[in-house]
């Protein structure tokens, strides 16, 4: 009897275990999926918020993209806004100047001589003569040679007038090229166009004083916006195919503003050549052409204002600065 009842117990406890370890293994069943579940769920947001990443990695490298984009547009706005109020400053100037002399001053009063209380010592002085050879180019020479001056002519096909390059040359000048033609329709019409025309100027120079030189100005500088009637982009590729074929080329940092429309007066190119640009190299933009009258009137006053502020004179050489402007088409 008493057997029996123990077996009872027994049977009843084996049976309580089995329902525990049932239970147990029912729960830790449970518990792993959630786990699993648990770590898929994780790896989903892993992999969403590396989407996400690159996504935002993506648009906002497509924002400083179109950043640079404006950036770059409202720098070229800035400069041919900058180079339009160069121009009606000038123009303003040349009124102002224009009614004083014609109210107050004789027609043919000479340029005063300046007399100079600026200190620009330190400062090199790269005087460029632009268009020549001209009936002017003998009286530039003269003057320059009076105050032992050495300038820079960049020249054109100047027809009769080419006999003067020989005697730019003999002076200890610089020779360096422009243009032949210096038609703006030409040498900008094309790429092919440009460099037939540069290697024109080159053979007359070649011939006339026997100097192949690589010094080179574009007509109307690197900066000019002409060419883009006849050629948009042109000026972009030609700054740097001249520099793949050799030459360099040469701007200016300072303009005398002789190449102004109509006749600028003598007084009005001293004036300008007085702004001398913080740089301690100025490139002086002047003309050696037929109607350039007054830039020979007022070279003397130039000279002796530089000479007098403690500038030194030099003429371009292959390793000059070249005051390179800013590439607008
Ligand atoms: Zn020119």
Same mark, same amino acid.
């Given at each position: 009897?008493?057997?029996?009842?123990?077996?009872?117990?027994?049977?009843?406890?084996?049976?309580?275990?089995?329902?525990? +370890?049932?239970?147990?293994?029912?729960?830790?069943? /449970?518990?792993?999926?959630?786990?699993?579940?648990?770590?898929?769920?994780?790896?989903?947001?892993?992999? !969403?918020?590396?989407? @996400?990443?690159?996504? *935002?990695?993506?648009?906002?490298?497509?924002?400083?993209?179109?950043?640079?984009? @404006?950036?770059?547009?409202?720098?070229?706005?800035?400069?041919?806004?900058?180079?339009?109020?160069?121009? +009606?400053?000038?123009?303003?100037?040349?009124?102002? !100047?224009?009614?004083?002399?014609?109210?107050?001053?004789?027609?043919?009063?000479?340029?005063?001589?300046?007399?100079?209380?600026?200190?620009?010592?330190?400062?090199?002085?790269?005087?460029? $003569?632009?268009?020549?050879?001209?009936?002017?180019?003998?009286?530039?020479?003269?003057? !320059?040679?009076?105050?032992?001056?050495?300038?820079?002519? $960049?020249? +054109?096909?100047?027809?009769?007038?080419? *006999?003067?390059?020989?005697? +730019? /040359?003999?002076?200890?000048?610089?020779?360096?090229?422009?243009?032949?033609?210096?038609?703006?329709?030409?040498?900008?019409?094309?790429?092919?166009?440009?460099?037939?025309?540069? *290697?024109?100027?080159?053979?007359? /120079?070649?011939?006339?004083?026997?100097?192949?030189?690589?010094?080179?100005? $574009?007509?109307?500088?690197?900066?000019?916006?002409?060419?883009?009637?006849?050629?948009?982009?042109?000026?972009?590729?030609?700054?740097?195919?001249?520099?793949?074929?050799?030459?360099?080329?040469?701007?200016?940092?300072?303009?005398?503003?002789?190449?102004?429309?109509?006749?600028?007066?003598? *007084?009005?190119?001293?004036?300008?050549?007085?702004?001398?640009?913080?740089?301690?190299? /100025?490139?002086?933009?002047?003309?050696?052409?037929?109607?350039?009258?007054?830039?020979?009137?007022?070279?003397?006053?130039?000279?002796?204002?530089?000479?007098?502020?403690?500038?030194?004179?030099?003429?371009?050489?292959?390793?000059?600065?070249?005051?390179?402007?800013?590439?607008?088409?």
């Amino acid at each position: 009897m008493r057997a029996v009842q123990q077996n009872k117990i027994l049977r009843i406890i084996l049976v309580a275990f089995a329902v525990l +370890i049932v239970a147990l293994s029912v729960s830790l069943t /449970v518990v792993s999926v959630k786990n699993n579940r648990l770590s898929e769920a994780a790896g989903e947001y892993e992999s !969403l918020s590396g989407e @996400l990443d690159s996504a *935002q990695a993506a648009r906002s490298e497509e924002a400083s993209s179109y950043q640079a984009q @404006l950036d770059e547009q409202s720098k070229a706005f800035q400069s041919e806004k900058d180079a339009l109020e160069q121009t +009606i400053s000038d123009l303003n100037r040349q009124i102002s !100047l224009k009614r004083s002399t014609t109210t107050t001053q004789p027609a043919t009063q000479k340029p005063a001589v300046q007399t100079s209380t600026a200190d620009l010592s330190g400062k090199t002085i790269y005087l460029t $003569f632009d268009d020549g050879p001209s009936p002017r180019t003998p009286e530039i020479l003269k003057i !320059l040679d009076q105050y032992g001056v050495k300038a820079t002519f $960049f020249v +054109i096909n100047g027809g009769k007038y080419n *006999q003067y390059m020989k005697d +730019i /040359v003999n002076a200890g000048h610089t020779i360096a090229l422009h243009s032949y033609s210096h038609s703006y329709s030409t040498v900008y019409a094309s790429d092919e166009n440009y460099f037939a025309d540069l *290697q024109k100027i080159s053979d007359v /120079v070649y011939e006339q004083t026997g100097v192949r030189t690589k010094l080179i100005r $574009f007509p109307g500088g690197s900066s000019n916006t002409v060419s883009r009637k006849y050629a948009p982009g042109i000026m972009t590729r030609l700054t740097k195919e001249v520099s793949s074929r050799g030459y360099v080329y040469f701007d200016w940092n300072l303009s005398s503003g002789d190449a102004s429309g109509g006749k600028v007066s003598a *007084q009005t190119i001293i004036n300008n050549c007085r702004k001398v640009p913080r740089s301690d190299s /100025v490139i002086v933009l002047m003309h050696d052409a037929s109607a350039k009258k007054t830039t020979v009137e007022a070279l003397p006053a130039v000279i002796e204002y530089y000479k007098a502020a403690g500038c030194k004179f030099a003429a371009l050489s292959e390793s000059s600065p070249t005051a390179h402007q800013r590439v607008l088409n």
